[in-house]
């Protein structure tokens, strides 16, 4: 899922923008999506932005939007390197 790949360094917080570089996608092309005007996305990246403060006072640094606090029975290390990412979502990302 191009979701799951979604990266910080992706996200202009000021702006109010995502940026899909060119090739990370499905179709291949770059696309810019101010998501200040979907406010449901705008409160997702919110969430995650408090998720990544809280596992940065932990200690761990994480580059994308969705990487999940580690749960022993419902995690593992992906072979990206991921370190918390849900196994069912490792699944439907293959």
Known sequence: M???DLKWTSVDLRAGLVRLEIGSNKSGAGRVLPFTDYSQL???IERRRV????LAV????APWLFCFEK??????TTSSGRVGTPVALQEKAQ
């Open 2 to 4: 191009e979701v799951l």
């Open 42 to 44: 705008a409160e997702v």
């Open 71 to 76: 749960r022993p029975a419902a995690s593992a």
């Open 58 to 61: 932990a200690g761990v640094i």
């Open 51 to 54: 998720v990544a403060k809280r």
